[in-house]
């Protein structure tokens, strides 16, 4: 039987990441990876995610970051995706992918960006449109 944590951040993974990918994602737990998978789901989702001591927009912000750092390009695109959904703005994210350039190098930095662009034109942001950043 699933605990609260795990249906609490079974609902916050839901909501961050999307319906669709969280179910096509538990489609495929089976009996090797099921503890794993109740575990993340309760750990990150439900204690992490759960708690009031940030807000979701700026875990997502936060998560871009550390997925740039570790190379992550997997998780990083859900969670630009995640982002979105959280009220990122478009500013938000350059801003975010900006910071990750500056300290984490350029070749980091470039392939952020090329993944949030691919993420954020598959979503039907037309990314000529965007604003420029307001100068320094």
């Known amino acids: 039987m699933p605990s609260k944590l795990y249906e ?3 609902k916050i993974r839901k909501a961050v990441l999307g319906e669709d990918y969280v179910e ?3 489609k495929t737990v089976d009996a090797f990876d099921r503890e794993f998978e109740e575990m993340v789901t309760e750990y990150c989702w439900g204690v ?5 001591g940030l807000s979701r927009k700026q875990r997502s912000l936060n998560n871009l970051c550390i ?4 190379n992550r390009p997997n998780h990083f695109r859900i969670h630009v995706r995640g982002a979105l959904r959280n009220g990122c703005t478009l500013d938000e994210v350059r801003e975010t992918l900006i910071q990750i350039t500056i300290y984490c190098g350029v070749p ?10 691919e993420v ?14 307001p100068a320094a």
Do not use: H
């Open 120 to 133: 954020l034109t598959e979503e039907g942001i037309d990314l000529q449109k965007a604003p420029r950043r």
């Open 67 to 70: 997925l740039a750092a570790l």
């Open 48 to 52: 992490s995610w759960g708690s009031s």
């Open 8 to 10: 609490a951040g079974l």
């Open 24 to 26: 096509k994602s538990l």
């Open 108 to 117: 980091v930095g470039s392939e952020a960006f090329r993944l949030a662009r």
